[in-house]
């Protein structure tokens, strides 16, 4: 097994528009999981089961807490969408829900969605033509 490939894993992350804006949007349900410190292995758990979540620290939950200016945790949830040719990879939908986030209404949650390709190993997967 590959180790996980934190640098496209970071870059993938830092190309989603989370600094340039996020849309607010309420999140009721609260989250029973895991927590995750490094969040690079909640994708290969949802690759492996199918779904994933849990709580998220770590810097990758500080940079949501400081953009947001949020007082909570930081919720993730990542669903499989669909097989990729390659074995052991997948189309994840990625949910992170920010509870606590400073909005022109007051405190509520902040939600990004996110879709990737992703493989067993956390490494992207090859060429899907």
Known sequence: MRPLNYRWFTRTLRRVPLLAGVAITPAYAQLDGQVYDDPRA???D???NGHAQGIVA???AEQ???QFQAT???NAVATVEK???QAHCKRVQLVWT????STPNGRDDAVLTMHM???ADGSPPGDLE
């Not at 920010?98 to 986030?101: D, P």
């Open 58 to 60: 770590g810097p990758i």
């Open 98 to 101: 920010q509870a606590g986030a």
């Open 72 to 74: 909570g945790a930081l």
């Open 42 to 44: 909640l994708m290969p």
């Open 46 to 48: 949802a690759v492996r």
């Open 64 to 66: 949501f807490r400081w």
């Open 83 to 85: 097989d990729l040719p």
């Open 117 to 119: 390709n992703i493989c």
